[in-house]
Nanobody
Framework: QDRLVESGGGSVQAGGSLKLSCQAS????????MAWYRQPSGKEREMVSI?????????TYADSVKGRFTISHDEEKNTLFLQMSGLKTEDTAMYSC????????????????WGQGTQVTVSS
């Protein structure tokens, strides 16, 4: 019942664009901090972008995607988006969304909810 469902992934050539969506179930607060993570096959998961909830809206991006990716959240629909432009082969990964961060001080320690992920494959 508490679920996040990603969509919008696919295969694209380098330089192309994709827009990912993450639909949160109605049981998940639309005031939560939400984030996109990605995990290339055989490699560690890494943070892509975070948008703070509870009316804050502060956005954080990994250096590798800053200027190319844009995170946004539709609070009314409780849907998270990631607009990706200028895609590079190194962006190839399984992209997952996460919701409702727990904090120790100002540091995120975990997310309560995770989606199953959507694959993004960028070819040269």
């Amino acid at each position: 019942q508490d679920r996040l469902v990603e969509s919008g992934g696919g295969s694209v050539q380098a330089g192309g664009s994709l827009k990912l969506s993450c639909q949160a179930s109605t049981s998940i607060s639309n005031r939560c901090t939400m984030a996109w993570y990605r995990q290339p096959s055989g490699k560690e998961r890494e943070m892509v972008s975070i948008i703070r909830g509870q009316g804050d809206g502060t956005k954080t991006y990994a250096d590798s995607v800053k200027g190319r990716f844009t995170i946004s959240h539709d609070e009314e629909k409780n849907t998270l988006f990631l607009q990706m432009s200028g895609l590079k082969t190194e962006d190839t990964a399984m992209y997952s969304c996460a919701a409702c961060a727990s904090y120790t001080g100002d540091k995120i320690t975990r997310f309560e909810y995770w989606g199953q992920g959507t694959q993004v494959t960028v070819s040269s």
